[in-house]
């Protein structure tokens, strides 16, 4: 079902109606919202006019020529047209046909051309017919990410190459970036620690945008780096813990999403299940961040990646051992490191194995010869590692296995002799909170090697960076 307006359709929409009022008229007609769907250059419908052979001048001059002179008055009460009534409710149908969540320019301009009025005509006359432009809108879809959950309209910026194409989008798994999304991130995430270091402000969204963060289990780390990261953007975090909304139990997750789909610009949330992030997804149309669920924690790696990058000076070529659990924490971790070129031996106790579908996206995403290992045995995970990396035993959502696991994983501890195996100037890496003397001694997590401060510290420079991006300026 389609849902809001994109901003640029909307934009178009008032732009339209502006200028209908400085010329003077007392209607607002489908050619003034094709006069005001041309005002964007990069609007999808102009790509898609280009596309059909029509150049934005031309059809701007001729749509002029059409309006009338600009009398620089205004009328009493500009009504809207039955026309242009048509024309939106068409658009609307374009966008549902596509099961597009959004109404972009490009089904605004699909619904002025089946309109049938003077704005269609001019249109078809420029050979901008009804068939073309669904042709070539048909052929620019095609274009956009694959399972791309934005609307197309936001992610045209993805052929384009820059971080425009994050506008809009949810983050569900580190697979949802590619290799240069991720990189921009990181480089956006030291340029916010650089600012906070100086006290500059990058981004200052004066309460416009807003921030539910939705907690099925416990935090520390990512509530408070969510929270404060918002705030320092000047934006308003609400905090929602896991007694107040009952997802699932007292509401269903598609209606707690419908119903924050109209207040918030996004959603962040910690989840049980994985499946409930892809429900938050599916039934509302503003960008969903994963803030852990059973299978991920993108976040978590974009702050472990930026730490590594300030400690070794570079991702490409490293070698990051894991010693555990084959859990969320692990997926992420494979996929970003692989993108950018880091690779990543794990040692797991048999049956604790990451998920075989992730190792495989993982590698098939790996670029500059980075590899992805599983193995059972923590000291040829170690060897030469730059990089040793745990996290607990026990994830939040286990406990029911807890006894089990502390026998199981009783080999997989990372001691001072195991951090002793690896590369002379290897980190050790924990995304917290750990239960020191199990997975992780004292001596290790406060020793010399350890990041894990560094990498807690960058969950706000992360997420700061990774919000500017997903909600824009
Ligand atoms: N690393 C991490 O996500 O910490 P919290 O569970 O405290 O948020
Ligand atoms: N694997 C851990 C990570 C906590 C941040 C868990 O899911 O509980």
């Not at 921030?211 to 705030?231: C, D, H, N, Q, Y």
């Not at 997804?281 to 990058?309: G, V, W």
Request: aromatic share 4%; with cysteine; glycine share 10%.
């Amino acid at each position: 079902m389609a849902g809001r307006l994109t901003e640029r359709a909307a934009a178009a929409i008032h732009l339209g109606y502006e200028d209908a009022e400085r010329r003077g008229q007392s209607w607002f007609g489908p050619a003034n919202l094709l006069w005001g769907v041309l005002q964007d250059p990069k609007a999808v419908a102009v790509a898609m006019l280009e596309a059909v052979g029509v150049e934005r001048a031309v059809l701007q001059a001729r749509l002029d020529g059409l309006l009338g002179a600009d009398h620089g008055g205004g009328a009493e009460q500009l009504q809207l047209s039955p026309g242009t009534r048509r024309a939106l409710e068409l658009a609307y149908a374009e966008a549902s046909q596509r099961s597009c969540k959004y109404v972009g320019t490009e089904h605004l301009l699909v619904g002025v051309a089946m309109e049938g009025g003077n704005a269609a005509e001019l249109l078809a006359s420029l050979g901008a017919t009804v068939d073309r432009l669904r042709a070539a809108l048909d052929a620019l879809e095609t274009r956009t990410a694959p399972g791309s959950a934005a609307p197309y309209e936001e992610v045209k910026g993805w052929m384009d190459g820059d971080m425009q194409s994050l506008r809009g989008r949810s983050i569900l798994s580190m697979a949802d970036l590619t290799p240069e999304q991720l990189q921009g991130i990181l480089q956006k995430a030291e340029e916010f620690r650089q600012a906070r270091l100086e006290a500059r402000t990058l981004v200052d969204w004066k309460g416009r945008k807003s921030l539910a963060l939705l907690f099925e289990k416990a935090s520390l780390r990512t509530r408070v780096t969510f929270e404060l990261g918002m705030r320092e953007l000047g934006g308003v975090p609400i905090v929602l813990g896991p007694a107040e909304v009952g997802l699932g139990k007292r509401e269903s997750v598609g209606d707690v999403a419908r119903n924050l789909d109209r207040w918030v610009t996004a959603v962040a949330a910690r989840v049980f299940d994985h499946n409930t992030l892809l429900e938050l997804h599916r039934c509302s149309s503003i960008p969903i961040i994963n803030a852990l669920s059973d299978i991920e924690h993108p976040c978590q790696t974009l702050a472990d990646l930026q730490a590594l990058q300030q400690r070794k000076g570079r991702l490409d070529g490293l070698r990051i051992a894991w010693v555990g659990d084959g859990n969320n924490v692990l997926h992420s971790l494979m996929l970003g490191a692989a993108m950018l070129g880091a690779s990543v031996i794990a040692a797991c106790p048999a049956g604790y194995e990451p998920d075989p579908k992730i190792v495989s996206v993982a590698r098939e995403r790996a670029r500059g010869g980075a590899t992805i290992e599983i193995v059972n045995d923590p000291e040829q995970a170690v060897a030469g590692a730059d990089a040793v990396y745990t996290d607990v035993w026990v994830s939040m959502g286990a406990e029911a296995e807890a006894e089990q696991r502390r026998a199981v994983f009783a080999a997989f501890r990372v001691t001072p002799d195991l951090m002793s195996q690896a590369a002379p100037n290897a980190v050790f890496m924990h995304c917290l909170p750990a239960h020191r003397g199990e997975e992780v001694t004292d001596a290790v997590l406060d020793g010399p090697a350890s990041i894990v401060l560094d990498q807690a510290e960058n969950r706000l420079h992360a997420q700061k960076a990774l919000l500017a991006l997903l909600l824009g300026p």
